[in-house]
């Protein structure tokens, strides 16, 4: 599947349910992200609602492209309760070892400024830690 969606122009893939041959999608290059991390790993690009031993080919059937997908949070992910996400058709979805975002197409300026002044005071927090200053105070004078 990630060598027809390579071949296609996907980029990566995000997927709410199980996957196998994690290690094929590696050698490809091939990020693929499923949704919710129930064990982080801090080896690859792969995160599982569950890993799967079977093929999609005996259940799963591609039903619509280009529509409105929900998502709902399963335990442990629901305490406290998440609401449902809405992934629309043009939304960017970005994902790491902590997990996946999804950016509503018409807020990708403000996440990107929200983003950057986030990681603004991170460093500077993260400077006064290093110079051996207290967390409360750190926190107090940035955040």
């Known amino acids: ?3 027809a969606a390579q071949a296609k122009g996907i980029r990566a ?5 199980g996957c196998r041959d994690i290690s094929e999608h590696r050698e ?19 995160f599982a609602r569950h890993h799967s031993t079977l093929g999609q080919s005996s259940f799963t059937r591609p039903s619509e492209l280009n529509c409105p997908l929900i998502i ?14 809405v992934v629309m058709p043009g939304d960017i979805l970005v994902a790491d070892l902590d997990g ?14 929200l983003a950057e002044k986030g990681k603004g005071v991170d460093e500077r927090i993260a400077k006064d830690l290093k110079a051996g200053r207290g967390v409360a105070e750190s926190f107090a004078k940035w955040r």
């Open 28 to 46: 490809l290059g091939y990020p693929v992200s499923l949704w919710f991390t129930q064990k982080p790993r801090a080896d690859g690009q792969v």
């Open 72 to 85: 709902k949070p399963l335990p442990p992910h629901s305490v406290p309760a998440f609401p449902d996400t």
């Open 100 to 113: 996946v975002v999804v950016i509503p197409r018409g807020k990708v300026g403000e996440v990107i400024e």
């Open 13 to 17: 893939a995000i997927i709410d349910g």
């Open 1 to 3: 599947m990630s060598t």
